[in-house]
């Protein structure tokens, strides 16, 4: 039988190696200067929640407001990021995808999936049936992590 401190170790180095894989092969398949993994990271969840305000990305990211604001100007001034005052909260921004981002992320998506893409559609039909099975179980264990660390141990109902 296997533990949970082995399931929890096993998870997490399969997760990591993966993601460093595909970040290093998708950055060399994309002709473009790499970003650090933050900006990449609020991009795209700007990219799936155009017009999210800082706090709302930072809530999404699980960062302080304070760093993805900094990650805001680094990007703004790249020329990936475009901040406008909300029409509801003028103090508050919204942020949008500049045509030169949704670019990036479009040449990342389609290289990431050429990448895991292949590599899937060459895994027996009864691996691709348990990881298509698993994506489920994965997103609520994130919630759930999510939900511990908002709500720490010993205060938990």
């Keep these: 039988m296997t533990s949970n401190a082995e399931v929890v170790g096993e998870l997490m180095s399969i997760t990591a190696a993966l993601r460093r894989l595909s970040r290093r092969r998708t950055r060399e398949a994309v002709a473009v200067p790499p970003l650090p993994e933050a900006q990449r990271e609020l991009l795209f969840v700007v990219a799936s929640q155009p017009g999210i305000g800082i706090a709302a990305a930072a809530q999404v990211l699980d960062l302080a407001g304070n760093s993805v604001s900094t990650l805001v100007n680094q990007l703004v001034d790249a020329g990936l990021l475009r901040r406008e005052p909300d029409p509801a909260d003028r103090r508050a921004a919204r942020l949008t995808l500049t045509d030169q981002a949704r670019d990036r992320i479009t040449a990342w998506r389609q290289a990431r999936a050429a990448?895991?893409?292949?590599?899937?559609?060459?895994?027996?039909?009864?691996?691709?049936?348990?990881?298509?099975?698993?994506?489920?179980?994965?997103?609520?264990?994130?919630?759930?992590?999510?939900?511990d660390v908002a709500e720490p141990a010993g205060r938990q109902a």
């Design 115 to 147: 990448l895991i893409g292949q590599a899937l559609d060459r895994a027996t039909p009864a691996d691709q049936a348990a990881i298509a099975a698993a994506l489920p179980a994965l997103r609520r264990l994130l919630e759930q992590v999510r939900a």
